[in-house]
């Protein structure tokens, strides 16, 4: 019989045959296939190449197309949108052609989209729509980069910053960024607060039965004309608006500059509060009076 040491000899010759056969094999097969594998490194080195050129160039060519509507004084939101459109056509042509370059038929690409047409076109369907929707934006224009907009149905608000080809940009007074696809802003309705120069002041103000009703009135309308900002050349009122279950509410309106409204609602709120204290004119508050009558 054979000695331990014998069988475990032969057992670890055995092993080391086994495996220098399959590192022979290995050796042979990359030998074999030396010339596809350059050859496919060769096409990825210039696939890669091919991006990276292509990259640079896509740089080039929206930075001149930018300047040259810059030039012409073009509306922003026209430049961003075409831009964001240029980019989105170019890097697609350019994963196109990259993906050509490694062997893979165009044909066949082809044939796969139009296969896979229908569920590409349910995916897209909103992207799509997106796009129709920011056409229409810039044709039909019911607000233009720099408008202040609010979207009625989700109460969406703030500064247009940016029409970019699938959304839009939105920049809130605490500086948040807002983004709404074109789609939704396009078939919704929208108030667009900034559209015109002018915008009208309509203050409520409310004053107990007891105070003093032309007193009041008086004084409000003494602040629209002492106020600057409010436009003295277009109509100012002070009237009677309702009469509510615990006070008068008297209405104020006049016109400001657009861009002098917030400023100028904000301190003729302050004034009215304090010029009232100091008149004795009272801003009652919701309070319940019970009168008990002795049996």
Known sequence: MESTTEVLQKSAEESVEKMSTEVNGMVQMFQDNLPDI?????????????FMIGKFLIK??????????????????VVTFTDSFLKFGLYLLLILLTVANLGVELSSITVIFASAGVGISLSLQESLSNLAGGVLILM???FVVGDYIIEDTNKCEGTVKEIQIFYTKLTTVDNKTV???????????LTNVTAKAERQ???RI??????DLKKAKQILEQMLDKTESVIQEEERNVFVDSLGDHAVVLGVRGWVKTEEYWPTRWKLLEE???TFEEEGIEIP???????LREQ
């Open 272 to 274: 009215i509060k304090l």
């Open 60 to 77: 080039w060519i929206r930075r001149r197309v930018k300047k040259s509507f810059l030039k012409s004084n073009a509306d922003t939101g």
């Open 201 to 203: 002041l309509d203050l």
């Open 285 to 291: 508050y919701n309070q319940m009076t019970v009168h």
């Open 179 to 189: 983004v709404i696809p074109n789609g939704a802003l396009a078939n919704n309705s």
């Open 206 to 211: 409310s004053i107990s039965y007891h105070s």
């Open 38 to 50: 350059m050859h496919f490194g060769m096409r990825l080195l210039i696939a890669l190449l091919i």
């Open 140 to 142: 039909l224009k019911p």
